[in-house]
Every structure is written in C-alpha cells, then in structure tokens.
C-alpha cells in the first residue's frame, strides 16, 4: 500500500479553515446567543464498491437511472463537503454492509485473505481509512466469512466498528465498542460532544447462524439503544445523540419474530420509542430516504436518512445548536442526499487501490470452460431456465458426494435455487468466473437438510406466492405476473427433482399441481434430502419448515465457489447434463408461456 497520510488526504481546504477563523471573528463573538453549525456525512451499504465498476461486465457500472457507485466517489462528495463547512466541523460514519457484496471484496476474504499483520489490506479498510471515517456500524454482511476475518478487518481500521447490540454470550456485554463520542471544538465555548451508537440487524441470528450461534447474541434495536442512549445522555453528557443503524424503517421482517428475535427493520421503531435521539443514519433496506422526521416520545424531532446503496448516495445532515441554559441544543436539524454521480472518483482512492482492483479484474477474467450456448436469467422468474438448473445440480452434486458411505447416501437429493439476477449471462464460448459470479451473487454455503413430501408441497405453495393471481384468458405480461406484494426475486424458490406445475389462476396456497418425484405421485411421509443455501435453511424469507429441519450436513464453502469448481471439472457447459424443464406456470391447467 502506497505511503499515504490520510489525515491529511481530505482534509480540511483552506476555504473551510477560513470559515472557521470567520466564525470565530470578533464580530459573530459579539452576537449575545451562542450557535454552532456542524454537518454530519453518511454512507450504508458499500458491500465492497469502491470504483464504478461493474466485475460481471468488465465494464464501468451504469444503469438507464444513470446512477454511478463507489467510495472512490463519494470521497470527492466528502471532500467538497469539507471543504465548505470547514474538516473540524463535519463527521463521517456508516451504516454497516462494507466487506460483502463485490468480487473485490470476496478475493480479499478468500482467494488472497487479509491478514492482521503483514499480509493484504482490506480495499474497503483502506479506502475509508484514506478518507478518515470516524465510525461505522456493523451490518449483517460483516459476519458472512467468519468472525476471524471480521476481527482482521477491523483491526485494519483506524476507525471503531459499532454494535452495542452485538452481545457476546459468555460476557452479557457488547462484543464490539457501543459507541463512539466525537468531540468538536467551537468559537463559542465548550466542546460539542457527539455520540455515535451502531445497531445492527438481529437477522444475523439467523442468517449467519452456523457463525455467530453460542458466541454472538442480537437483542433488539430498541431494547439495546434505550440503555445506551439513556448512558449517553446522562453518564457521558453529550449534546448530540446520533444513532447509526443497519436496520430499515419497515417495522418489518423476513424471518418469523414470534420466537421473541427482535424486528429485522427497526429504525424508525427506534425514533419513535427511544428517547433522547436527535437523527438515525439508516441502513440495510437498499432504498433512498433523503429524510424522513419522526416525533420521539420525549417531544425531540428525529431525522432519519438513508443514502442509496453501494456508494450510489450520501446523506449530509446540517445540525445548529444554540448554548442554552450552559448546554448545547440541537435547534434546527435536517438532511439531504448527494448524487455520487455529479462527481469523479478521487485520485488518492485510485492512486491507492488500482493494483488491488486490476488484480481482481484479472481474476474474474479467467477462463474456466466452455458454454455450448447462451444461459441468461431474464426470464428465470416465470420459466424453467437451464441457468438456475445448473445452480440446483451443482448442489445436488455437492451433497451426493458428501453424503456418500452415510445413513442417508440412499435418500433422494434435491435442491433448491432462486433466480438472483434478471441480467446474468454465460455466454457460448468461453465461461469466466465473472460470468458464473454473476449467476451467484451472494456468498451463502451449502446445507443439507431432510424434509418430507409433505414438506415440501408447503414449501413449494409458499414459493408460489410470488405470483400476482391472473385470471384464465387472455394476454400475460410477465412483469405484471410477478414479485406479488412486492416479494422479491430472491424470494422465489425452484426446487429440483420433481416435476410439478403452478397455477397462478388460483389463490395462494392452492396453487401447486401434479406435483411427482421420479415420475409418480409425492408420498406425503417420503423424506427427502434438501440441498439448500444458509440464508434459507436459517428461516432467511420465512419460508415454512426448513429451518426447523433436521440438519444432516453443512460446509463453509461459498455455493459461487462450487459452481466454478464444478465447471471447470467438467470444462464443458452444456445444459443436456444439466437442465430439464421440470415446473411450468399454468391457468386452469393450461400454460402461461
């Protein structure tokens, strides 16, 4: 890594220092009330961005909204902020999701590791080291490669990594630092004291549960934050609360809360119920609320922001206090969001990761097979395409084999997958990883669990629910047909190894017919092996019965990582041994498509 003073690489310019000296001028001293300005800067959601670079294209990043993505970007937004209001009088955190999400980020956690000493950096780590964060949250994805990675990652940071409800089991307490306080000077007295509490989902419980079960513990966002922030308040004496959350605003969850596992989307939960908040940076959700204001129940106006994701957005918060009664107030707050696409991608952020960047690229490019025609996913939702196929026989595969000389070697397997992304293709000809990085955008792993016929027709009624009920008759638009209640993509499931079909004229739950194994009718009570990602089998989408299920085998391996191993074992992609058109949508008995 390249010698770079980043307390100095966006730091305050000489027009923010001659702000400060003028707000400190003779004259604004005169002023009988005592104000003080101070700008608060957000991102959530980075999963690995750091150029606008798309690495399953090999091309930069562009989508028809003509947003742009990357922390590469956003440290120009950051700097020009600075440089306005002055460095000392602006504070820089995040929201959580930063080690997930690119290959950029996957390479740096298994193929070429971070290391606590000596070894690789993280890109992410010295991105927002260069561009001087003061803390971040943890998100979910934080957890996905192990809680050693996660430690060397933060480790790697010159910034705390915040989750005061992030429990460690054994010792009842945090197991990473609650909160950070940021101290600002001002011309008109004593210090600005800022708190920055970080909460994170306590969906990791689920979804990361082989990782984080009997060593972390998720209490909820609202039960964690009204013991901190009440500590805060009245231990530390600060002047500003300002909460950092990877937690959406639905008041919603993916995953069944009536085991007592607190809400998934708590933050304006949070707002409404915790005193003593002044604004929540929001994370997660993968949506953009410039601002939203809440009434808290001590009568405080909450603000709460969300920036866009993947470095698409940053939040600004404009806080003025008035000294009042021998304290600082906050008497006005509001937020706005920034497009990252009206700015370049900063030179020092280049200047120090391009190696790292062009080494993934080259990694991505290599070739690894050959396809005998094109596999695309864009009509993966609504028809059985060989793409995902190769996605359930790849684990099929993988658990046969780990299954083999066990009790359960003579167990039918099948598998399950979800068309990710409407846009991946593995072109004829040559197939790169990048193209079977595309088809499996998530880092999840392979689990096997044992589910009977029964089982698994509930499994496939509740899949079905994706479907918007469409009467017999007439012209089908297919995206009028799909994403019901706005469930989204990777909430629909196909299951290999039977043969059924889905009747979208008929109400949910109702809708999956002819439903066979082997070509005869689904014995109820037949118990069947179910190869399945760990999002799912840990409840990830609520689906019924799998994570209740008897878990026979598991591994650490990424389900991307088989997919390319399995390709290039075979060195040919053709879907004659793969793919088989085995579930077709129907009204009243007769096909859609």
Known sequence: MPAVNRRTLLGASAAGAAAA??????????????????????????????????????????????NTRGLARVATLVEEIREEVGKQNTILIDAGDT????????????????????????PMAQAMNAVDYDAAALGNHEFNYGLDTLRKFESQLDFPLLGANVIDTETGRPAFPPYHIVRLRTPRGRDVKVAILGLCTPGVTIWDKAIVEGVLEFPSLETEAAYWVKHLREEQCVDVVIVSAHSGTSGTSAYDTSTGLGIENASKIVAETVPGIDAILVGHAHVEIAETRVAGPDGREVILSEPLCYGQRLTRFDFDLVWDKGSWKVEAAGATVLNSNTAEEHPAITEILTAEHDEVVAYVNQVVGQASIDLDTAEARYKDE???????????????????????????VVSQASPFSRTSLIPQGDVKIKDLSSLYIYDNTLVAKLLTGAEIRDYLEYSAQYYVQTAA??????????????????????V?????????AKPAGSRIANLKHAGAEVDDAQQF??????????????????????????????????????VTAKGALDPAEFASVDWVLTRDGAPVF
């Open 21 to 66: 000296v003028a707000a400190a001028s003779p004259a604004a001293a005169k002023s009988s009330t005592k104000r003080y300005s101070f700008t608060v800067m957000g991102t959530t959601d980075l999963h690995g961005n750091v150029f606008n670079w798309d690495y399953f294209k090999d091309a930069a990043y562009t989508d028809a909204a003509g």
């Open 99 to 122: 080690i997930q999400g690119t290959p950029l980020a996957y390479y740096y956690a298994r193929v070429d590791p971070i290391a606590a000493d000596g070894g690789p950096v993280h």
């Open 386 to 412: 060989p793409i995902i196929d190769l996605i359930t026989k790849v684990q099929e595969d993988v658990v046969k084999g780990a299954l083999a000389g066990t009790e359960h070697a003579d167990l039918p």
């Open 473 to 494: 008759g007439g012209a089908v638009d297919p995206d009028a047909i799909t994403n019901a209640d706005n469930r989204p993509d990777y909430n629909y499931d196909y």
């Open 496 to 504: 290999s190894g039977f043969t059924y079909e889905i009747d979208i």
């Open 529 to 566: 092996v179910f190869a399945v990602n760990n999002y799912r089998a840990n409840g990830g989408g609520n689906f019924p019965h799998v994570a209740a299920a008897e878990e026979i085998w598991s591994e650490s391996i990424e389900i991307r990582t088989r997919i390319i191993e399995w």
